[in-house]
């Protein structure tokens, strides 16, 4: 198994601009999470999706922030207009849908916004 | 309000001896905890685990202690390699709700002295 597919690896844009991060999950797994990482806060979950419906979305942080699950093998999470403050690493995860069931993560995107 | 701690942002031990990295929560709810490993550049791996149930899971050179009455873990690396050099999160979850989502903390990272 190729294992989580995030696209872009990088991602360097200005600010205002419309930023798309793109996953592939596992095969199989049917829990989606997406993850931002900062010195500041560290990993906190923005977004969790379970059979591709949107669960729990309380952790993004603005309205500027949406993602999209429009099947089980894809998901986009869209910044726009971003901003300098949304650099960070964004990860994405999956897993079964099954208590106990460990997170298997993507490599992350690394956003910078000038 | 960090509800999962890891207060010692780093950590250095030589080659062959014992790495000992600890983890705080606040969360009562908190039944099942995880230790990651995260590489630059790589995204993090899941490495060990233990529920509430236990205070002691062994895999290998990992093992992880819980003392429920401390809200305390540690992640016991035995003897500790150059390979093991890394960040390691500590993260917890409520598995009581059947949703699966974890609180990281904010890592630490291990150097493994040759």
């Known amino acids: 198994d190729a294992g989580v597919i995030q696209s872009p690896r990088h991602e360097v844009t200005e600010m205002g601009q419309e930023v798309t991060l793109r996953c592939k999950p596992i095969?199989?797994?049917?829990?989606l999470f997406w993850y931002r990482q900062t010195m500041m806060r560290g990993l906190e979950l923005l977004i969790y999706?379970?059979?591709?419906?949107?669960?729990?979305d309380s952790g993004m942080p603005e309205d500027r922030f949406s993602a999209k699950m429009p099947n089980a093998s894809f998901s986009t999470l869209k910044i726009q207009p971003s901003e300098p403050r949304d650099s960070a690493v964004y990860f994405c995860?999956?897993?079964?849908?099954?208590?106990?069931?460990?997170?298997?993560f993507g490599n992350g995107t690394r956003l910078t916004v000038t | 309000d960090q509800q999962v701690k890891q207060n010692s942002p780093s950590l250095s031990v030589q080659e062959g001896r014992i790495s000992i990295l600890n983890c705080d929560y606040t969360?009562?709810?908190?039944?099942?905890f995880l230790w990651y490993k995260k590489y630059p550049a790589e995204g993090p791996t899941f490495l060990i685990s233990?529920?509430?149930?236990?205070d002691k899971n062994e895999d290998g050179r990992f093992t992880v202690f819980l003392n429920k009455s401390a809200k305390h873990l540690s992640l016991h690396i035995v003897p500790s390699q150059p390979g093991d050099s890394a960040v390691y999160f500590c993260?917890?979850?409520?598995?009581?709700?059947?949703?699966?989502?974890?609180?990281f903390g904010k890592g630490t990272k291990l150097s493994v002295i040759p």
């Open positions: 233990i529920s509430s149930i236990k």
């Open positions: 969360n009562s709810m908190f039944d099942y």
């Open positions: 999706f379970n059979n591709n419906v949107p669960i729990d």
């Open positions: 095969s199989g797994h049917n829990s």
């Open positions: 993260a917890a979850s409520d598995s009581g709700a059947g949703s699966y989502q974890l609180t």
């Open positions: 995860a999956s897993s079964l849908d099954r208590v106990k069931s460990p997170l298997h």
